[in-house]
């Protein structure tokens, strides 16, 4: 089945750019998810992209996609402490329309 | 846009007994919806697909006999936790997504946090 690498930890200063990596295995995956998750709270859409296009671009959020190395990065612009949560790359299985979902990243902005 | 619930958000049970967890599309109709679990500090994880008016799917290692799901309608999923233990304290989320739509609409409810005592 599909498998979903991140790693584990990021901190940065405020005002920073977050950079956050996933590698993923399916490449079958056609839509492909950042979700976030504040302590003790649910799940919340950050953004996606269809694997047909490499770029996507939402406010402050810059998703990139790297088709042929499976590789999915999230930017954050200008990181603010309200970012500080833990950041899920996501890759659907289109067969079922399941989700996979990597360990989290951990997102600390010190201030 | 669409909306999942989930009720109840919280609850305390005593080990040995029957859970009874709800997942609902409030407006539109599912026929798949879908329980992941998340244990403290680690991600989440598909336990199974619920397929109305059909048996659930269940993942590997997943036992349906403990964890029973009933998609009796189209806009209602349940997931019962039988003679729940300790170890079954987690947080459960359920998703469905507007059949006809492509994978950008996929709703997850607020989630159930399970404590078993």
């Known amino acids: 089945g599909e498998d979903v690498e991140q790693s584990l930890f990021l901190s940065v200063r405020e005002g920073d750019s977050s950079v956050i990596n996933c590698t993923y295995t399916?490449?079958?995956?056609?839509?492909l998810y950042w979700y976030k998750q504040e302590p003790g709270a649910g799940l919340q859409l950050l953004t996606y992209?269809?694997?047909?296009?490499d770029m996507k671009q939402d406010q402050r959020l810059t998703v990139l996609l790297n088709k042929k190395d499976k590789h999915l990065s999230l930017r954050i612009a200008d990181t603010q402490t309200g970012d500080s949560a833990i950041y899920f790359c996501?890759?659907?299985?289109?067969?079922?329309?399941?989700?996979?979902f990597g360990s989290g990243t951990r997102l600390q902005v010190q201030p | 846009g669409a909306v999942v619930s989930q009720h109840p958000s919280w609850v305390i049970c005593k080990s040995g007994t029957s859970v009874k967890i709800e997942c609902r599309s409030l407006?539109?109709?599912?026929?798949?919806m879908f329980w992941y679990r998340q244990f403290p500090k680690q991600s989440l994880m598909l336990m199974a697909t619920?397929?109305?008016?059909?048996?659930?799917?269940?993942e590997q290692g997943v036992e349906k006999d403990k964890f029973l799901i009933n998609h009796a309608s189209l806009t209602l999923s349940t997931l019962t936790v039988t003679s729940a233990h300790p170890e079954d304290s987690s947080f459960y989320i359920c998703?469905?997504?507007?059949?006809?739509?492509?994978?950008?609409?996929?709703?997850f409810g607020p989630g159930t946090r399970l404590l078993v005592l």
């Open positions: 998703s469905a997504h507007p059949p006809g739509q492509g994978g950008e609409t996929q709703y």
């Open positions: 407006d539109f109709q599912a026929t798949t």
């Open positions: 399916d490449s079958s995956s056609t839509y």
């Open positions: 996501v890759a659907d299985d289109p067969g079922r329309r399941a989700l996979t």
């Open positions: 619920s397929n109305e008016g059909s048996k659930a799917t269940y």
């Open positions: 992209i269809f694997s047909n296009m």
